[in-house]
């Protein structure tokens, strides 16, 4: 099955560059360009792109307002961030709204091509940079508060989680149904007002539940 992808990006050298190499991908059908978040906005329900790559820093609409406005209208749009910022002024608002995943300019194309991927799976992909400003900024905001919302069970699904295990990998080794995991795994998501799975492993390494 091949894929539309949406760069959004106010410098376009970068969109046209990124926009080449995504074209000669054997999975990408049609690449399509915005300059600023209005134009993604605006040309969102003639495209219907199963990814988004955008960019925050951009005039007219930002980044993460733009995330904010796609998410509301279809809150299973998998966005990929694509920054020069690795700041948590940056980071911990596009991880609460939900997005898929957060890079940073600097990285290589088969680093793109690998988040693509991953997302597409239903996965997250973060950059190493990021994961550790996330762990680095929890670590100095430490809060066990409300940790006793969770059952036992869910804690213990909540670790496996974070080490990377799958519904059905964490049904196998606690010996339990999958449909059971996959509920437990929407409670976890309700009660810690997570989006993703991002979003889990974040509240776990903030509750001091999981360390990385």
Known sequence: MKIKIFIVDDHSLFREGLKLLLSKLEFVEEVFEAA?????????????????????????????????IILKKNPEQKIIVLSMYSD???Y??????????FLQKNIDFADVK?????VLEGNNYFSPEILKGIVLNLNSKKDRK??????KREVEILLLI????SNSEIAEKLFISKRTVDKHRE??????EAKNTAGLVVFAIKKEIFTV
């Open 114 to 118: 690998a988040a693509i991927k991953e």
């Open 162 to 165: 974070c080490k990377g295990f």
């Open 36 to 68: 600023n978040g209005q134009e993604l906005v605006e040309n969102y329900d003639n495209f219907r792109p199963d990814i988004i790559l955008l960019d925050i820093e951009m005039p007219v609409l930002n980044g993460i307002e733009a995330a904010r």
């Open 146 to 151: 409300n940790c006793e919302v969770l059952t």
């Open 92 to 101: 911990v608002p596009m991880i609460e709204l939900g997005v898929s995943g």
């Open 187 to 192: 409670n976890l998501l309700l009660k810690t």
């Open 88 to 90: 948590e002024q940056y």
